[in-house]
């Protein structure tokens, strides 16, 4: 059983893998439609570049997808909408006001039976005309309209708007023809009974019925114009494919897949899709495990890029899906950008590039789409070499608008051959695209607690010295908080010159002698002259007390969650070298005892990138040049070049993947800096 689980252990990166490319061929392969494809790519005003076009069956010709929509939009406008007749409320209110005017007919003088049944006739005649709950003038259903259709007994009979009567204009009627009958005795009537209580609306607008009339309207208008008979010719090879004949290809295209829809096998359509995704994942497998092994090998990093591939593609099929949006306002940028930040360009673009192919294979008009893309998402990375700043993702989002935006007009210059004739209105979606792209500033801070990644505005915040254990480092240990500035506006510096993250580096340099503040004073940068603790100590306790200022620096770096990539440079500062000063002391007052490395030596590990490289290189030189007598030239360039080499010779930037050029330049960079600190200034002359 130990031996299975070591093997297990062994192979659980390998296994890992293989279950997460399995996963992400599984949910793509769910998500990309199945439908089959024309064999055919087009594009308007181009050459058809392939073989003379014979019509296979009879297919009709569908209108342009503008030209249905603009009918449906005429529908929806010269639509009259229906009102449902309620005979029962004429009925029951004429018999309520009868009721009313006979019990105040011994009351009221004027109110003979003559005058009662005129106000009742009046009363019915506005029921039988119609009144609706207000005025037509303010009903947004009645706007332009001048006639609406009436519901009454399944019998629909066409209105004129002008006949019908609201609340207001129902109740004044009624008024008008109780006052001309009544005469003196109306005031009377209007103090005994209130005429508006016997006036509602019997016309009403139903929701479910009008919907339901419209969506009839609206089927019944056809998306076909025309037939192609089978055998007819459709397009000579070498023709321009002009806008009739690009119509016509699009409906044998739409009517093609249709078609063979229903009469394939599954199973080769089911085979050929899974192919040509496991190809796209496959190829990007294979990139980041030849060229950013790094990536490759870490399971967070590995699983956050499957899964933003996976959710832009879900992202492009439920839009497409259900059509109720173009496309092109998803803000695909979004993907490279995220990539970008979080590891490089190159990782971006090609991830970018997977993912097009992947979408374009279902997306209407592919070229178009992966063309737009492809170049958009180009000048996004491009643009954003740098996110410390709100406005530098504004900037790139601003690039992204723009390009798109040439690029669909210079398409559609081609395509249309007309300036007129391009959709101007399309550019609307690619400003909504170029709005949404400032999303991702959320989701960095989201998919950084999600997957622990540290982005460069994170680095920059925890890079401010009012950070609490910063503050802690400069109030408990004030040399120390001097040394790390040094360290890091070197180590920043260096970086620029070799390529890297100089923000890394300079929170890296910050943090990484933390650890110094469980005992500040048993440090030299942190004493008073002729003060030092280890004058009453043993060597070996000395040197566990300095060692254990990594150990604890960790402990302390988890307890205030800072994040794993800085804690690396506090663990691999020193790497695994030794704490020579103590251990030479040691061996040189216990020559008959045989010293044991390890009470003297780091528990590393040592550094693994060039970030935490150069911190290591910069911290013991930074040390050894203050505490120089002379500083010049020559005896900085001494310290540097012997500090260097030993930690070459020593093997701590072996995994460190620095060159010798680079390391050149380290060299070259630090002496030039550390003259540039240590210049020697002019002695003023003393008044006389």
């Known amino acids: 059983m130990k031996k299975l689980l070591t093997r297990l252990g062994r192979y659980y990166n390998v296994l890992f893998i293989a279950l997460l490319f399995s996963a992400t061929i599984f949910l793509l392969f769910l998500i990309v439609p199945g439908e089959s494809r024309f064999r055919y790519e087009f594009q308007k005003n181009a050459p058809w570049r392939h073989e003379t076009l014979i019509a296979p069956f009879d ?7 503008e030209a249905v929509k603009a009918e449906r939009d005429t529908v929806k406008k010269q639509f009259i909408p229906y009102y449902l007749k309620d005979s029962l409320t004429s009925i029951q209110q004429c018999k309520n006001l009868e009721i009313e005017l006979n019990t105040l007919s011994g009351e009221i003088a004027g109110l003979t039976d003559q005058n009662k049944q005129a106000i009742v006739n009046t009363l019915s005649q506005i029921y039988k005309a119609g009144i609706i709950s207000q005025s037509p003038e303010t009903h947004p259903i009645l706007k332009d309209k001048k006639e609406i ?5 399944k019998i629909i009979q066409e209105v004129m708007i002008d006949s019908i009567y609201s609340l207001k204009t129902a109740f004044q009627a009624v008024s008008d023809t109780a006052r001309i009958l009544l005469k003196e005795s109306y005031n009377q009537l209007n103090q005994n009974t209130n005429l508006a209580d016997y006036i509602q609306a019997n016309l009403n607008y139903g929701e479910e019925y009008n919907l339901q009339e419209l969506n009839k309207a609206l089927n019944a208008v056809s998306e076909t114009q025309g037939m192609v008979q089978a055998g007819e010719r459709i397009i000579f090879k070498g023709d321009i494919v002009t806008p009739d004949k690009f119509l016509i290809l699009n409906s044998l295209k739409k009517t093609y897949e249709t078609k063979q829809g229903q009469n394939i096998d599954r199973y080769m359509l089911i085979i050929g899709k899974l192919i040509v995704i496991l190809a796209c994942i496959l190829i990007l497998i294979l990139y980041l495990a030849y060229f950013r092994n790094e990536i490759f090998k870490e399971k967070r990093h590995l699983t956050f890029i499957m899964l933003i591939i996976v959710l832009m593609t879900f992202t492009f099929r439920f839009i497409l899906q259900h059509d109720f ?3 092109y306002v998803v803000p695909f940028a979004i993907l490279p950008i ?4 979080f590891f490089d360009s190159r990782t971006a673009i090609f991830s970018l590039l997977v993912t097009s192919l992947l979408i374009g ?16 998402g180009f000048i996004a990375v491009f643009s954003l070499d740098k996110l410390h700043r709100r406005s530098h993702l504004v900037f790139t989002a601003l ?20 300036f007129e004739a391009i959709r101007w209105d399309d550019l609307e979606w690619f400003a909504g695209n170029a709005m949404l792209i400032l999303l991702a500033y959320p989701l960095i801070y989201i998919f950084e607690k999600l997957f622990g990644f540290v982005s460069d505005v994170t680095l920059i915040e925890l890079s401010n010295t009012n950070q609490p254990l910063l503050r802690k480092l400069a109030e408990e240990a004030p040399g120390t908080f001097q040394h790390s500035l040094q360290i890091a506006s070197l180590a920043e510096a260096v970086i620029h010159r070799i390529g890297g993250n100089p923000f890394l580096a300079y929170a890296g340099a910050l943090y990484h002698d933390i650890g110094k503040t469980n005992q500040p004073v048993y440090f030299i940068e942190n004493q008073s002259a002729g003060m030092s603790p280890h004058s009453n100590m043993d060597y070996k306790e000395s040197a566990r007390v ?11 770096a988890r307890k205030h969650k800072l994040p794993e990539i800085l804690i690396d440079f506090i663990t691999t500062h020193h790497g695994t070298m030794q704490a020579k000063y103590f251990y030479t002391l040691y061996k040189n007052e216990h020559p008959e005892v045989a010293a044991n490395p390890k009470d003297f030596t780091y528990p590393g590990p040592r550094p693994q990138n060039k970030e935490t490289a150069v911190v290591m290189i910069i911290d013991g030189i930074e040390a050894a040049t203050r505490a120089l007598k002379e500083k010049n030239r020559d005896t900085i360039r001494e310290v540097i070049e012997k500090m260097v080499q030993a930690k070459i010779d020593d093997g701590q930037l072996d995994n460190a993947a620095l060159t010798l050029r680079e390391i050149t ?7 030039e800096k550390l003259m540039n600190i240590y210049h020697v200034r002019i002695e003023y002359p003393k008044e006389k």
């Open 59 to 65: 297919f009709a010709i569908y209108k342009p997808d």
């Open 149 to 153: 259709f009436v519901v009454q007994d």
């Open 546 to 556: 300095i060692i254990d200022h990594v150990t604890y620096g960790e402990k302390l």
């Open 338 to 341: 995220l990539l970008r930040i």
């Open 361 to 376: 294979y279902f997306a209407p008009n592919n070229y178009e789409f992966i063309f737009l893309n492809l170049i958009a």
């Open 325 to 327: 949006i173009n496309i």
């Open 665 to 671: 330049i380290i060299k070259e960079t630090l002496l």
């Open 399 to 418: 690039w992204v608008f723009i390009t798109y935006s040439v690029l669909f007009i210079a398409l559609s210059m081609i395509q249309e051959g007309n």
